[in-house]
């Protein structure tokens, strides 16, 4: 007989067959042991799955309750517990949302639903509405077990809708039961009326409301809809122009790199984004984009007409050895040398350490150079996700992005 060790050598190799054959008693003897590595204990844990001994219980239940415990073992057992009513009020102490171990708040959540207690809902609703796709599915999933048990006007009734994500929450139960949400996109939060329009399917009920919207950001969520629905840019173009083309005035972002940013960051930006960015991005015309390697090419030639010494181009993933971006980097000079950057965005050239005869010669090869001046402009209302962060970003980071 094969022991606990033989069938967990190593983390990612579990024979999972062979720990259900073997007994919960010594599963439960592994799970709890804090001498054993997490990845053998959770697997011993997920072993027990419907099975769970009596005599055990008090063992795992002190386990999960153990804040200085492995976080890993300890999401594994409330999965395993979620049916144990004796979990609740450490469950809903206010401590367990404040734990430290990634992804245990979510996990007490998503048990606390588990287990139909109802004021769960408002943490639920925070998750539904983050902008991380399994945090969103463990607060739906959640909210819609709490829905199915009680009804949603029960659900409802536990949030205030003051806040947008607790809007959000009756956007999402009035589409479940299929209700009519374009009503929603008059939401004064923007990712609220996104999360309406994505939801929206039929566009003639789009155009009926359109019709008679009662804000200007409302008609542009309605036309930025119809233009996901039926591909077809002229309604939208139409109101983009009825409206008088608006857009997001942002101080010292001149057309040519406002142009750059809008095509290549506004119709995918993130769903809090002010919904001009994603109409203009639309309804103007995308500059014409460079051709990379006649432009790697001119400014390497540049740069060797003037003594620099340049080195071959790379993307900013080779550089990065990992992920891409909108730029190369050439390096140049001798030893460590120096380096500038090449926008893929348009005739865009920078460096973060100023080099005078690298401007100059670039300068002069066409390039524009991005100063400190207009690099440092920020993008207001143009949410672009970057290392976690969906904040507005700078022009600099915009036209040299590199993500990994």
Do not use: N
């Not at 067959?17 to 003897?29: D, E, S």
């Not at 969103?136 to 205030?160: H, I, M, P, S």
């Not at 804000?215 to 591909?231: P, S």
């Amino acid at each position: 007989m094969p022991t606990i060790e033989d069938l967990t050598p190593q983390a990612g190799r579990t024979d999972a067959a062979g720990l259900r054959a073997c007994g919960a008693g010594l599963l439960v003897r592994y799970a709890v042991d804090p001498a054993q590595p997490w990845w053998r204990r959770t697997a011993c844990v997920e072993a027990l799955a419907g099975r769970v001994p009596q005599d055990g219980l008090g063992a795992l239940l002190d386990c999960v309750r153990d804040t200085g415990d492995s976080g890993t073992v300890r999401k594994a057992l409330l999965v395993l517990l979620a049916d144990r009513t004796e979990l609740l009020p450490w469950l809903q102490h206010e401590d367990r949302l404040r734990e430290e171990a990634y992804g245990l708040p979510q996990a007490v959540l998503r048990t606390r639903a588990a287990l139909g207690d109802r004021t769960a809902a408002a943490g639920l609703a925070t998750l539904a509405f983050s902008h991380w796709s399994t945090d969103r599915a463990v607060g739906e999933a959640g909210l819609d077990a709490l829905a199915d048990r009680y009804g949603t006007d029960a659900v409802l009734g536990e949030l205030d809708g003051g806040r947008p994500e607790d809007r959000a929450v009756a956007v999402r139960v009035r589409h479940r039961a299929g209700g009519d949400v374009t009503g929603a996109l008059a939401d004064p939060d923007p990712q609220v009326a996104h999360l309406a329009q994505s939801l929206l399917t039929c566009p003639d009920r789009v155009r009926a409301y359109l019709a008679g919207a009662p804000t200007a950001d409302a008609r542009l969520w309605a036309a930025y809809a119809l233009h996901r629905l039926t591909g077809d840019t002229a309604e939208t173009r139409a109101v983009y122009e009825a409206l008088g083309r608006p857009r997001v005035e942002v101080a010292g972002l001149d057309e040519e790199v406002r142009r750059a940013v809008v095509h290549e960051y506004g119709d995918g930006c993130e769903k809090q984004s002010d919904p001009r960015w994603r109409i203009e991005a639309l309804c103007t015309e995308p500059p014409q984009p460079p051709d990379e390697e006649r432009q790697l090419a001119l400014a390497t030639a540049a740069l060797a007409a003037a003594g620099l010494v340049p080195r071959p181009a790379l993307s900013c993933g080779e550089v990065h050895r990992q992920g891409g971006g909108t730029y190369h980097v050439i390096r140049y000079g001798g030893g460590a040398g120096r380096e500038v950057e090449i926008s893929t965005l348009g005739r865009f050239a920078g460096s973060h350490d100023e080099d005078p005869a690298a401007r100059a010669a670039l300068e002069g090869a066409g390039f524009r150079w991005i100063d400190e001046d207009t690099g440092s402009v920020r993008v207001t209302g143009l949410g672009v996700y970057y290392f976690g962060s969906r904040t507005p970003l700078d022009v600099r980071t915009l036209l040299f992005y590199w993500q990994d």
